[in-house]
């Protein structure tokens, strides 16, 4: 079982930066896929960002943007957000899967936190 636990949200005006930490339990940490999904009000839960082996991937949206980065001795992914925009407000999830993939189907995922972009 691995626990995952968000933090670093909040709100920022537009252009702004904020990074999102997810603290992970369990001894695997390092073996695990791991990425960031977030939920729009109203709208379906998409794909943000995520790690999968030596390769990081990212949403045409973040691409540029967002830059996912994990510390396998601190057992923790960060998502790095630069220049915010209204539309990247959202519930931010952070999900971990040890089947070398990451998607909706993942088994593991943490509460979520709060990302509020002001124009």
């Known amino acids: 079982q691995v626990q995952l636990v968000e933090s670093g949200g909040g709100l920022v005006q537009a252009g702004g930066s904020l990074r999102l930490s997810c603290a992970a339990s369990g001894r695997s940490f390092s073996l695990y896929s791991m990425g960031w999904f977030r939920q729009a009000p109203g709208k379906e839960r998409e794909f943000v960002a995520a790690?999968?082996?030596?390769?990081?991937y990212y949403a045409d949206s973040v691409k540029g943007r967002f830059t996912i980065s994990r510390d396998n001795a601190k057992f923790t992914v960060y998502l790095q957000m630069n220049s915010l925009k209204p539309e990247d407000t959202a519930v931010y999830y952070c999900a971990a899967d040890p089947r070398g993939r990451i998607n909706s189907g993942s088994p593991y995922w943490g509460q979520g936190i709060q990302v509020t972009v002001s124009s």
């Open positions: 790690w999968r082996g030596d390769n990081t």
